[in-house]
Every structure is written in C-alpha cells, then in structure tokens.
C-alpha cells in the first residue's frame, strides 16, 4: 500500500525561480542526485532521485499545485506491469508530490535513437504495441480513458526498450468524457467535436493515438508536423462532416496524417487505417490489439511426444517453439484433437518461423527528406492517407 508522505524538516530550496523550484524539498528518504531534469512539462516537473532506504533510483514528479493529486489518484487505482506505479504520493514541503519508479527514457527519443542505430525494427515496435495495447486494455475495462497517449508519455526500461509502461496519467478520466484535452496531433476526431455539437467520447481516442503513435515510430516524424494545431482540428472536423454524410466513394481522409503516406509496410497500413476510422465504434479495442500482436510475436506452439520432446531440446528447438508434452493418455482423450508434430512438419514450422522472423528484424529506417510538407501535393485529403 502507498504510503501517506508527511511533512519534514529537511532543509527548502531557496533558489525557486519563474519556472519552479530549482530544489525542491523532498521526504528525508530522497534524495536529489545531480543529474539534469528528466522532464518539464505544463505544470510538473520530473527529477531523478535516491530511495536511501531502498538503495536504488526513483524518480520524482513536484507540482506547485494540485494538479498531480488527481493524477496520483487515478495511478493508485491501478496495479500492472504495463502502467507506471506510483511507489508514494503526497503533500510535502508545500507542493504536491508523486514518488514513481525510474526509468530509462521515453519512446519519443528511443524510437528516434534506436532508428538511428539500426536498432529498430517491427520485432521491438510489435513489442512495444502489444505491451501498451495490454496496459490500455487493463486500463479500459476500469473505464479509464488515458487521453495522452504518445511517445513521450510512454516509458521505457530493460536492456533495448523493451520493457515499456504507460505514464503521465494527468489527463486520465473514467469515461464517457466531454472535454476537448489532449495533444493536438494524437486527439481523434470526435474530441475535437463538430463546432457547438460537442458530444461523449470514450476509450475509441486511446487507440485512435495509439496509431498516430505508432505512425510516430515507423517514421520519426510527429503526425501533421507541419501544421498548425487549428488546421489539424480543421481536418478532424472537415473528417467528422464527411463521415457524417456517410456518402459512398467519399470516405473520410481527411484527419490521416500526410506522414501515413512513408508508412509503406504492408503489416501496418491496414491496422493504421483501422485504428484511425473516424467512426470510434469501428476502432479495434485495445483487447484485440494485444491478442493480435501477441500472436505476431508468439513462436509456433509444437505438440510432441516427451520422447521425443528431450530429443528437440538436445537440439535447441525450444528457443524457436513453444514445447508441449503431451502423454499417450491425453491423446487417447477423445477430445484431443492435437495434430502431433511430424519430422516434415517440424522442418516447415522452423523454416515459416524464420521467415517471419527476419521480416520482423528488417530494421526501420526514418527519412526525413520524405516529410511531407504541409497543404503541398503531398500532404491534401485522400493523397494524404494514399487510401
Ligand atoms: N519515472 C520516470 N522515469 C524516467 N523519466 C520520466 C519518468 N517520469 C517522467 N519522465 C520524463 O519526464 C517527461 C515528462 O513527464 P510526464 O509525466 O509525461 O509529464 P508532463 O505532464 O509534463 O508531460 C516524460 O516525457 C519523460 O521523458
Ligand atoms: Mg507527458
């Protein structure tokens, strides 16, 4: 259980300056270490720090107000390896405070970084998309909508990113909600809303910027980076009013980023598409996308005598194969309906397996010369989308 912070008498900054305290006060098991800043956002900001006690790293996120008090709240309300925990939260010193496990960075510069390294590939960005649709299918059926996914709000730790959780809850809300909040370029239509027409929108928007995510990462490039936030909602509106008249050969496009377009791998453009339909109903739920990607990523499951099981693990199958041992009394069960594993078969499941292996290891290669530029030939409504 978290624990309540309370008031102590270690010693107070007295270097506040315009943009927030230089120092801020801190309970006496942390301690400030002096590395930079990890982040500065609109109303916190996020220092590394030293749980005395534990001996290890957290970090710490400050607020001047009350703004992280909601923000604790909705953490405290979850408990998965998907989402970032809160470890304490609480009144402190005068600000409001949230003590949170550290980790290494956020996907908006690992994804760039690891491109750049020829590090990423449709292998760790699967990955990536399995364990967040996992975290926001946990999060949804609490009825939570987070309402700011994107690279930056997504943390990572383990040796190469691959252990991701979803973070920056300050935007979360159980649904249904009103209000227009959020990132410009990862918001879905129906929070922008229809001019004086603002209806309830629901869990639909997190996977809605989960695709502008993921178009983020495939490309390097924020979705409409070269427009302006009015014109982007412009778009989602010109969208809304297209699907509205639901006319045939005239499908909504016009709130897909121009970027889709250098979006060329035939996994992603359906998915993207899908996730991006104006109409949030039609969306994939965040349940579906895990089982998805978890199957992509999923070895072939092999079902074997256990004689023949010692005979496939002196030769290393189990790293390529899930290995099942199956006994001669479950497979008289007249209920079994295993297919056991020929030598034959097992040749072709390993050599399938690679392929689809090497076709994920293929690494992701950002251009930026292929950014298109904003209201250009490249960048108009069903040109944008290439659909
Ligand atoms: N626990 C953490 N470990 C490492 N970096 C963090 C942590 N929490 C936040 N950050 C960094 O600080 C940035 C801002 O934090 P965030 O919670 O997203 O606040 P904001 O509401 O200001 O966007 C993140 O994008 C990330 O780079
Ligand atoms: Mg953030």
Same mark, same amino acid.
């Given at each position: 259980?978290?624990r309540?912070?309370?008031?102590?008498?270690q010693?107070?900054?007295?270097?506040?300056?315009?943009?927030?305290?230089?120092?801020?006060?801190?309970?006496?098991?942390?301690a400030?270490?002096p590395?930079?800043?990890?982040?500065?956002?609109?109303?916190?900001?996020?220092?590394?720090?030293?749980?005395?006690?534990?001996?290890?790293?957290v970090?710490?996120?400050?607020c001047?107000?009350q703004?992280?008090?909601?923000?604790?709240k909705?953490?405290?309300?979850?408990?998965?390896?998907k989402?970032l925990?809160v470890?304490?939260?609480g009144?402190?010193g005068?600000?409001?405070?949230?003590?949170?496990p550290?980790?290494?960075?956020?996907?908006h510069?690992?994804a760039?970084s690891?491109?750049?390294?020829?590090?990423?590939?449709n292998?760790?960005?699967?990955?990536?998309?399995?364990?967040i649709?996992r975290g926001?299918?946990?999060?949804?059926?609490k009825k939570?909508?987070?309402?700011?996914?994107?690279p930056?709000?997504?943390?990572?730790?383990?040796d190469d990113?691959?252990?991701?959780?979803i973070?920056d809850l300050?935007?979360s809300?159980?649904?249904?909600c009103?209000?227009?909040?959020?990132?410009?370029?990862?918001?879905?239509?129906?929070?922008?809303?229809?001019?004086?027409?603002?209806?309830?929108?629901?869990?639909p928007?997190?996977?809605?910027?989960?695709a502008?995510?993921?178009?983020?990462?495939?490309t390097?490039?924020?979705?409409?980076?070269?427009?302006?936030?009015?014109?982007?909602?412009?778009?989602?509106?010109?969208a809304?009013?297209t699907?509205?008249r639901?006319?045939?050969?005239d499908?909504?496009?016009?709130?897909i980023?121009?970027?889709?377009?250098?979006v060329?791998d035939?996994m992603w453009?359906p998915? &993207? =598409?899908?996730?991006?339909?104006? !109409? +949030? #109903?039609?969306?994939p739920? *965040? %349940?579906?996308?895990?089982?998805?990607?978890?199957?992509?990523?999923?070895p072939?499951?092999?079902?074997v005598?256990?004689?023949?099981?010692?005979?496939?693990?002196?030769?290393?199958?189990e790293?390529?194969?899930?290995?099942?041992?199956?006994?001669e009394?479950?497979?008289r069960?007249?209920?079994?309906r295993?297919?056991?594993v020929s030598k034959?078969k097992?040749?072709?499941?390993?050599?399938?397996?690679?392929?689809?292996?090497?076709? &994920? =290891?293929?690494?992701i290669?950002? !251009? +930026? #010369?292929?950014?298109?530029? *904003? %209201?250009?030939a490249?960048?108009?409504?069903?040109?944008?989308?290439?659909?």
């Open positions: 259980m978290p309540q912070l309370v008031e102590c008498s010693r107070q900054d007295s270097g506040d300056d315009e943009a927030g305290p230089a120092y801020p006060p801190i309970p006496p098991e942390y400030m270490v590395d930079p800043i990890l982040g500065r956002g609109g109303y916190k900001i996020v220092y590394p720090c030293v749980d005395k006690n534990a001996c290890c790293m970090s710490i996120n400050v001047a107000d703004h992280l008090i909601t923000e604790a909705t953490m405290k309300m979850f408990d998965h390896p989402i925990p470890i304490v939260a009144w402190h005068g600000r409001f405070v949230i003590v949170a550290l980790m290494k960075g956020d996907l510069d690992k760039l690891m491109a750049q390294h020829g590090r990423l590939n292998f760790v960005v699967f990955g990536w998309v399995r364990d649709a926001l299918e946990y999060m949804h059926k939570i909508v987070h309402r700011d996914i994107k930056s709000n997504i943390l990572w730790h383990g990113g691959q252990d991701v959780k973070a300050g935007l809300k159980r649904g249904p009103t209000e227009n909040v959020g990132t410009p370029s990862y918001k879905a239509p129906e929070i922008v809303g229809l001019k004086g027409q603002r209806s309830a929108y629901g869990t928007v997190d996977i809605f910027a989960l502008m995510m993921i178009i983020y990462i495939l390097g490039t924020n979705p409409f980076k070269n427009y302006e936030d009015e014109q982007i909602k412009q778009k989602m509106r010109q809304l009013r699907a509205r639901g006319e045939p050969g499908p909504a496009t016009s709130h980023p121009p970027e889709f377009r250098m060329t035939p453009r998915l &993207l =598409l899908q996730c991006l339909t104006v !109409d +949030p #109903a039609a969306r739920s *965040a %349940g579906q996308l895990y089982e998805q990607f978890s199957e992509a990523l999923a072939p499951t092999i079902y005598h256990p004689h023949m099981a010692a005979e496939l693990r002196r030769l290393g199958i790293q390529e194969a899930d290995l099942q041992e199956v006994d009394d479950f497979l069960d007249p209920r079994c295993l297919d056991l034959q097992l040749r072709r499941m390993k050599s399938e397996w690679e392929a689809r292996k090497t076709a &994920l =290891l293929k690494p290669v950002h !251009d +930026p #010369a292929q950014i298109p530029a *904003a %209201g250009g490249a960048a108009g409504g069903a040109a944008a989308g290439g659909v």
